[in-house]
């Protein structure tokens, strides 16, 4: 944990993106780090724990990190927390929480009262185009025989 706190602080030393820092271990060795780099890198997605996630899978050569522990300066927001899931991470420690990032301004709770909400409600209009023709991708995946399952 304190190698996430230490990435956290030299993210704001450094002016990267905000306070947040992660590191991700694997048989006791750390394979992945990572600070948030969102306004360094233009990049919203840059967030500590994604960018730890994909120096990580790089390091196994895998998109999948089976057997791997997050150790995160503050709670995953939303999106780190589905990256999370998609990579298949074991566990999580973090340190700060949701509310302690709100308090200095990095509040995600408007997300998670969107993601409950129903489509319809959301404050970004949402709307289904052209579903028939998008399934063809769905259909051909379906079929395809050599696929890599994840």
Known sequence: MTEAIDLSLAGVKNDAGGPFGAI?????V?????????????DPTAHAEV?????ACNHLHSFQLDGCILFTSCEPCPMCLGAIYWSRLQ????????NDAAAIGFDDEFIYTEIGKPITD??????????????Q??????NKSDKIKY
């Open 24 to 28: 991700i271990v694997k048989d006791n």
């Open 30 to 42: 750390i394979i992945g780090r990572g600070h948030n780099r969102v306004t360094s890198t233009n």
């Open 51 to 55: 960018v730890a996630i994909r120096n």
């Open 91 to 98: 566990k999580i420690y973090y340190g700060c929480n949701r």
């Open 122 to 135: 959301r404050k970004i209009e949402m709307e289904q185009l052209c579903r028939a023709d998008a399934l």
């Open 137 to 142: 991708a769905f259909k051909n995946w379906d």
